[in-house]
């Protein structure tokens, strides 16, 4: 670790070297420009419109009098260009200027033609926003992220660090899932359950992040969601319907509420377009996949004053599991109202039916890490009942998203869902191998879930200049409820040979049974300041959470109510060169509630985490691309673990006591670059050692399960020729051990991937629009499992899937 960090110093004294001969220019908001390059697509028409346009396409806010801009026109934009260069070519002719610029936006005005060349700075403070109305710009490499400060912040200038995917990202790689669209990212380590299709399972800086830990979020709310077991309730939203997937390592609390300290993931849904824009596909791979694609929007009047989106998808598709089909369909409507400059509402609209069985299966040791005589178990080998093994979702949603300017200097924000999730499963689970050392038993079993949850988050931007030094000031409160009712059903099935088996054994279950309702509650105030002077960046927030549960067991009539509050916080600073290098500093908690209560009757603290994280990130004035690196130490505390008092009983078995803690250490390397118009680059390195520091048992000193020390990836796009491109990718992922005991060890893992894109109307002009792509995952088939205990619960990863789209984009 020293080391690590030394060598991020030297980086800083590099940087800051050569930034010392050059002028420092106008740094009255303190940014540099770091200048990036966008798509620009902007037809004449009346200037306020397109400066509405302009806005939302290059992420930055442009304050400006409505009587300097009423009645004049704009020129057409069309290309790539800055987006200073894009402003001015929009104002040509106008008689309109740009009076002052800062990183979040620009202030222009109208200038009489004598004066023209006079034009002085305004006194408005540009604010940064989130820019929740309107799609997002469509770019390989993302400069902003939306969910790391609740501000339209650049990344560079971010004192965390923050991964984000772009649709262009998640279509190059063929990213089926959220999970697929990570899987390069530094830090972040998929399929340690193997194949899921009921979520998606991510771990970020050794801690469970994705759907099942319940903290993959929406739109920057938090969805419904549980686990529990069998019963778990998970959201999943199909990838195509995305725009963006943003992972925040590292405690976001301040923010969030209750977050694991290994960070969140926010997933950005796709909003309606400026310009229109239509898409069809289809597709088929080779697991047996038909799937039929649709994205289309644009402007609904001539002022563009309503947008709208429709996004939607139908499959069916087999799976590397004997027996186990899935079906799915997506529908997605978004419309935008913007009745000027100032006010943008979107409502969201989401509704998902996934239908068939499950692929997930908790295959024996035996034969697959332990040596059978009766041979190995092959990877897509079924240990349920193929009449008796179903996995139905329902998923339904809708929200919306206000952004409303007050004065010159504030802005009011608001974004609100309403979700239900109704999930129905049947399964027989055959888990433990009988003496023979091949024949199976295990139990059936059926589950009725439903829930529901409404999620709000309003919060209000205010910019203030107090001399050389600007504030970006940001109040919010967020509210959080959910309900979940779960009935369920037992049975039994008969055994199966593992090696040879024979299906149509009788299952007997009884019948469904209300057996539990919970609820939770989260209320959360919070407060930021970012505050910018000369080159300098220093982010402050705090916030106080209150966390209620209800747990109601309906067999016993018993019921557990728990009530938390939290306050926790960060700190960061950042400097930014004119170079485009970047290092910075921070410090930032998280807290989870923790149910139940200890021998004594007192309930547990929630487990708190905190970190502290060094690092540098670096983007070049006009260049697009983005490198950055950081070292960090996290550790979380007040982890449950068993009380040694063996004269403590409670509920019939041992106590437990909040006297555990793990601390995870680490080095994060990740860039994404494109080396002129023809090869595109991005790639990661992770280094992560994560430790068990303080436990009641022999794990102490043990690693931490499911964390692998090593993982790297490296993926490049390059253009041969016109209309065609090829990718190649190689991520790496170093052992683990399955378990806290160290007793199971899980070899690495490298896997291959490789895709190529074809624009068809090189062979016709006919043809224009169409575009044929390849992907293959696992390229050379190799055969990896994970396991979680010597005897069971081992799971294989995905086989190699060829996957081939036809796309037409008009």
Request: charged share 20%.
């Amino acid at each position: 670790m020293r080391l690590l960090i030394a060598g991020v110093i030297a980086m800083f004294t590099l940087a800051a070297a050569p930034a010392r001969a050059q002028p420092s220019g106008d740094t009255a908001t303190g940014q540099a420009a770091a200048v990036q390059a966008l798509r620009f697509e902007i037809p004449a028409q009346p200037l306020e419109a397109a400066l509405g346009a302009f806005g939302r396409q290059a992420g930055k806010q442009v304050l400006f009098n409505a009587a300097d801009v009423a009645g004049r026109q704009s020129q057409a934009v069309s290309g790539t260009f800055a987006p200073r260069e894009a402003l001015q070519r929009l104002l040509a002719g106008s008689g309109v200027v740009i009076s002052s610029e800062q990183a979040g936006g620009f202030a222009v005005r109208h200038v009489p033609p004598a004066a023209s060349g006079d034009a002085q700075a305004l006194p408005e403070v540009q604010i940064r926003a989130e820019g929740l109305g309107g799609s997002g710009a469509a770019s390989l490499v993302a400069t902003q992220s939306y969910g790391a400060s609740k501000t339209e912040t650049p990344i560079v200038e971010i004192p965390q660090s923050v991964s984000v995917v772009t649709r262009q990202q998640m279509d190059e790689m063929g990213a089926r899932s959220v999970e697929d669209s990570v899987g390069y990212l530094a830090g972040v380590d998929t399929g340690a359950n193997g194949r899921d299709s009921r979520v998606d399972e991510i771990w970020v800086r050794g801690y469970r992040t994705g759907s099942f830990a319940n903290y993959m979020y929406v739109d920057g709310l938090r969805p419904p969601g549980s686990s529990s077991g069998a019963a778990a309730l998970s959201t999943r939203f199909d990838s195509y319907g995305l725009e963006q997937v943003e992972v925040l390592k590292g405690p976001s609390s301040s923010l969030y509420g209750q977050v694991a300290p290994g960070g969140l993931i926010n997933i950005r849904s796709k909003r309606p377009p400026q310009q229109a824009q239509r898409q069809v596909g289809l597709q088929t791979d080779t697991d047996g996949l038909i799937r039929a694609n649709m994205d289309i929007g644009g402007p609904l009047d001539e002022e563009r004053k309503w947008l709208y989106r429709l996004v939607s998808s139908a499959s069916h598709t087999g799976t590397q599991v004997d027996y186990v089909d899935l079906n799915r369909f997506f529908f997605n409507p978004s419309l935008t109202w913007q009745p000027s400059t100032r006010t943008s509402v979107t409502m969201l609209v989401n509704y998902q039916q996934d239908r068939g069985g499950s692929d997930y299966q908790f295959l024996p040791g035996t034969g697959i890490i332990v040596p059978s005589p009766y041979g190995e178990v092959p990877r897509g080998r079924f240990l349920g009942e193929p009449d008796f093994n179903r996995y139905d979702r329902n998923q339904s949603a809708i929200g919306y998203s206000l952004e409303q300017f007050i004065g010159e200097s504030a802005k009011l924000r608001q974004n609100v869902r309403y979700i239900e999730v109704d999930m129905n499963t049947e399964g027989a689970g055959r888990r433990t191998v009988s003496a023979d050392g091949r024949t199976m038993t295990g139990t059936a079993s059926a589950y009725e879930n439903h829930s529901k949850g409404i999620s709000a988050d309003t919060n209000l931007l205010y910019a203030l200049e107090m001399g050389s030094v600007s504030h970006m000031l940001l109040a919010g409160f967020d509210y959080h409820k959910t309900d979940i009712n779960l009935a369920s059903a037992s049975g039994t099935v008969g055994p199966l040979d593992l090696f040879e088996p024979v299906y149509g054994s009788p299952v007997t279950i009884g019948e469904l049974t209300p057996s539990s309702e919970n609820g939770r509650i989260q209320q959360g105030l919070y407060l930021q300041d970012q505050v910018f002077w000369n080159q300098w960046t220093l982010t402050a927030g705090l916030r106080h959470d209150r966390a209620k549960t209800r747990t109601k067991t309906l067999a016993s009539g018993s019921r557990t109510d728990t009530a938390v509050e939290a306050t926790t916080g960060r700190i960061g600073v950042n400097y930014l060169f004119a170079s485009g290098v970047a290092p910075y500093a921070s410090y930032s908690t998280s807290f989870v509630p923790s149910s139940g209560e200890d021998y004594y009757g007192k309930p547990f603290d929630p487990v708190t985490g905190r970190q502290v994280e060094l690092g540098v990130k670096y983007q070049p004035p006009g260049s697009r691309g983005l490198v950055s690196a950081a070292v960090y130490e996290i550790t979380q505390s007040n982890v449950l673990t068993t009380d040694l008092d063996e004269t403590h009983i409670c509920n019939g078995g041992s106590c437990q006591v909040q006297s555990g803690e793990n601390r995870v250490r680490g080095f994060e390397l990740e860039g994404a670059y494109e080396l002129g118009k023809a090869l595109r680059v991005n790639g990661s390195y992770t280094y992560l050692d994560g430790k068990i520091t303080e436990v009641n048992n022999a794990n102490k000193g043990n690693r931490m399960a499911r964390s692998p020390q090593h993982m790297a990836a490296l993926r490049f796009n390059y253009r041969m020729a016109a209309g065609l491109d090829v990718g190649m990718g190689v991520r790496y992922t170093g052992s683990s051990y399955g378990n806290d005991a160290n007793t199971v060890k899980n070899s690495a893992r490298t896997l291959v991937d490789a895709s190529l894109r074809y624009e068809l109307r090189q062979l016709d002009e006919r043809l224009r629009g169409m575009r044929l792509s390849l992907n293959i995952s696992n390229l050379f088939d190799k055969d990896y499992v994970t396991c979680t205990g010597p005897t069971g619960s081992c799971f294989y990863h995905p086989n190699r899937v060829v996957s081939a789209a036809l796309t037409y984009d008009w």
